[in-house]
């Protein structure tokens, strides 16, 4: 998805160069596809926002969230965003990232496992979108 502005591409460039600890510690395992094969971006933008870290092929958002993230309405509103064009979001406290790094990434590998609702194959044709039997005969 594209939809960003130049000051939002920027302010992903600038974010890149301001990791925090805990983001440059998930990165570490997030990169060069060592969770499940999936290949991360880091700090993309998406629309008016920029995550942290995206895997597009799987539409997963994964946040580090500082203290500054407790009950924030503007993440609410994000989240309600995101998920609204696709994406699922996981969330995870820096403190967790910072000391339980290996339950961090276990918890994005399960994620990474389950297909994505969007993704997921129909259960049955559907014959008023013309599938199936009935659409081969009629």
């Given at each position: 998805?594209?939809?960003?502005?130049r000051?939002?591409?920027?302010?992903?460039?600038?974010?890149?160069?301001?990791?925090?600890?805990?983001?440059?510690?998930?990165?570490?395992?997030?990169?060069?596809?060592?969770?499940?094969?999936?290949?991360?971006?880091?700090?993309?933008?998406?629309?008016?926002?920029?995550?942290?870290?995206?895997?597009?092929?799987?539409?997963?958002?994964?946040?580090?969230?500082?203290?500054?993230?407790?009950?924030?309405?503007?993440?609410?509103?994000?989240?309600?965003f995101?998920?609204?064009?696709?994406?699922?979001?996981?969330?995870?406290?820096?403190?967790?990232?910072?000391?339980?790094?290996?339950?961090?990434?276990?918890v994005?590998?399960?994620?990474?496992?389950?297909?994505?609702?969007?993704?997921?194959?129909?259960?049955?044709?559907?014959?008023?979108?013309?599938?199936?039997?009935?659409?081969?005969?009629?």
């Amino acid at each position: 998805m594209t939809g960003y502005t130049r000051e939002t591409l920027a302010k992903a460039r600038r974010l890149r160069g301001e990791m925090t600890d805990a983001e440059r510690k998930l990165w570490s395992v997030l990169r060069k596809r060592q969770i499940e094969g999936a290949k991360f971006r880091r700090q993309q933008p998406i629309g008016p926002f920029v995550a942290d870290f995206v895997c597009q092929e799987q539409r997963l958002i994964i946040e580090a969230d500082g203290g500054q993230h407790a009950e924030n309405l503007a993440d609410a509103r994000r989240t309600e965003f995101l998920e609204g064009v696709g994406y699922r979001v996981l969330r995870f406290w820096n403190n967790d990232i910072l000391n339980n790094l290996d339950g961090v990434a276990q918890v994005i590998a399960n994620e990474l496992s389950t297909p994505h609702p969007a993704q997921a194959p129909p259960e049955s044709p559907s014959p008023s979108r013309g599938e199936g039997i009935g659409a081969i005969n009629g």
